[in-house]
C-alpha cells in the first residue's frame, strides 16, 4: 500500500538521521536504539544485531530484543558469541556463514525451533556489512505476522550500513583520542625524564668547572698549570656538548 510504504520510508529515515545525532550515547544505547528502530522498521518482534571480532567470525558482541529477554531463558543468550541455534541459521550447505537471507516458512510448520524449543521462527531475514570479505556487522530479525519480502531485506541492508557508519567513525574517533592520551602521557613522561636527566647532569657539570677555577687560584708550576688548563678546557667542551644534548 503506498500510504504504509511512506510510513515505513519516513520511520527509516527518521532512524538513519537521529543515529549519527547521537554523539553522547554510548555504544550500548546505540545499538539499543538500532535494534528498537529495527523492529518498529519491520514489525517484527524479535531480532538481534551482532558485531563480530576481528579475530573470530563466532565471538563478538551479542545483542537480544527485548523479546528475548521477556520469553527465553538467558542462558541461550550469550554476549560475546553467537549461540549454536543462530550458527545453523547463518551456516550455508556448503558449510560457509551465509549472513544474507530471506526466508518464510508455508504457514504450518516452522523454519526453525531455537532455544531448547521455547521459541518458532516461522519467517525471517537477516542481513550484513561486509569490508575485506569479512562481515563486521550482522543484524536480523523475525516473526512478522506476514511473509517478508526482497524490498525488506535491501531496507534493512540499507538501514544496517548507515548504523554500522556510525559506530564505526565513534570507534576511530574514541582511537584517536586513546592515541592522543597517550601520546600526551608520553610526552609528560618523556618532560619529566629531561628534567631529571638535565638536573642530574648539569650538577656535576657546572661543579668540575668551579672546582678548576678554585685550583686555578693556587700557585703551581707551568706543567700542571698546562694540566689545569687542558681539564678547564674540555670541561667547557663537555659542558657545551651536554647543552646541545640536553636542548
Given at each position: 500500500?503506498?500510504?504504509?510504504?511512506?510510513?515505513?520510508?519516513?520511520?527509516?529515515?527518521?532512524?538513519?538521521?537521529?543515529?549519527?545525532l547521537?554523539?553522547?550515547?554510548?555504544?550500548?544505547?546505540?545499538?539499543?536504539?538500532?535494534?528498537?528502530?529495527?523492529?518498529?522498521?519491520?514489525?517484527?518482534?524479535?531480532?538481534?544485531?551482532?558485531?563480530?571480532?576481528?579475530?573470530?567470525?563466532?565471538?563478538?558482541?551479542?545483542?537480544?530484543?527485548?523479546d528475548?529477554?521477556?520469553?527465553?531463558?538467558?542462558r541461550?543468550l550469550?554476549?560475546?558469541?553467537?549461540?549454536?541455534?543462530?550458527?545453523?541459521?547463518?551456516?550455508?550447505?556448503?558449510?560457509?556463514?551465509?549472513?544474507?537471507?530471506?526466508?518464510n516458512?508455508?504457514?504450518?510448520?516452522?523454519?526453525?525451533?531455537?532455544?531448547?524449543?521455547?521459541?518458532?521462527?516461522?519467517?525471517?531475514?537477516?542481513?550484513?556489512?561486509?569490508?575485506?570479505?569479512?562481515?563486521?556487522?550482522?543484524?536480523?530479525?523475525?516473526?512478522?505476522?506476514?511473509?517478508?519480502?526482497?524490498?525488506?531485506?535491501?531496507?534493512?541492508?540499507?538501514?544496517?550500513?548507515?548504523?554500522?557508519?556510525?559506530?564505526?567513525?565513534?570507534?576511530?574517533?574514541?582511537?584517536?583520542?586513546?592515541?592522543?592520551?597517550?601520546?600526551?602521557?608520553?610526552?609528560?613522561?618523556?618532560?619529566?625524564?629531561?628534567?631529571?636527566?638535565?638536573h642530574?647532569?648539569?650538577?656535576?657539570r657546572?661543579?668540575?668547572?668551579?672546582?678548576?677555577?678554585?685550583?686555578?687560584?693556587?700557585?703551581?708550576?707551568?706543567?700542571?698549570?698546562?694540566?689545569?688548563?687542558?681539564?678547564?678546557?674540555?670541561?667547557?667542551?663537555?659542558?657545551?656538548?651536554?647543552?646541545?644534548?640536553?636542548?
Open positions: 500500500h503506498p500510504l504504509r510504504r511512506q510510513r515505513r520510508m519516513w520511520k527509516r529515515d527518521r532512524a538513519r538521521y537521529k543515529i549519527p547521537m554523539e553522547s550515547a554510548s555504544e550500548e544505547e546505540l545499538l539499543r536504539f538500532a535494534m528498537d528502530s529495527m523492529l518498529d522498521l519491520f514489525n517484527s518482534p524479535s531480532g538481534f544485531i551482532f558485531l563480530p571480532d576481528g579475530s573470530d567470525t563466532d565471538r563478538g558482541l551479542m545483542l537480544w530484543s527485548n528475548h529477554y521477556r520469553h527465553y531463558d538467558e541461550y550469550p554476549h560475546d558469541h553467537l549461540p549454536e541455534d543462530l550458527i545453523i541459521q547463518l551456516t550455508g550447505r556448503n558449510g560457509e556463514r551465509v549472513y544474507r537471507g530471506l526466508n516458512s508455508n504457514g504450518d510448520e516452522p523454519l526453525y525451533v531455537v532455544f531448547g524449543g521455547k521459541m518458532k521462527v516461522m519467517r525471517g531475514i537477516t542481513a550484513a556489512v561486509t569490508e575485506n570479505n569479512r562481515a563486521v556487522c550482522a543484524a536480523g530479525v523475525c516473526n512478522k505476522d506476514s511473509n517478508y519480502e526482497e524490498a525488506d531485506l535491501l531496507l534493512l541492508e540499507t538501514y544496517l550500513n548507515s548504523v554500522w557508519l556510525t559506530l564505526r567513525r565513534r570507534r576511530f574517533v574514541n582511537e584517536l583520542q586513546e592515541a592522543k592520551e597517550a601520546a600526551e602521557s608520553a610526552n609528560k613522561a618523556k618532560n619529566a625524564f629531561l628534567a631529571t636527566v638535565s642530574e647532569l648539569r650538577t656535576p657546572n661543579g668540575v668547572p668551579s672546582m678548576l677555577q678554585l685550583i686555578d687560584t693556587r700557585s703551581m708550576d707551568e706543567e700542571q698549570r698546562g694540566y689545569l688548563h687542558n681539564a678547564g678546557a674540555s670541561g667547557r667542551a663537555l659542558r657545551s656538548i651536554i647543552s646541545d644534548i640536553l636542548d
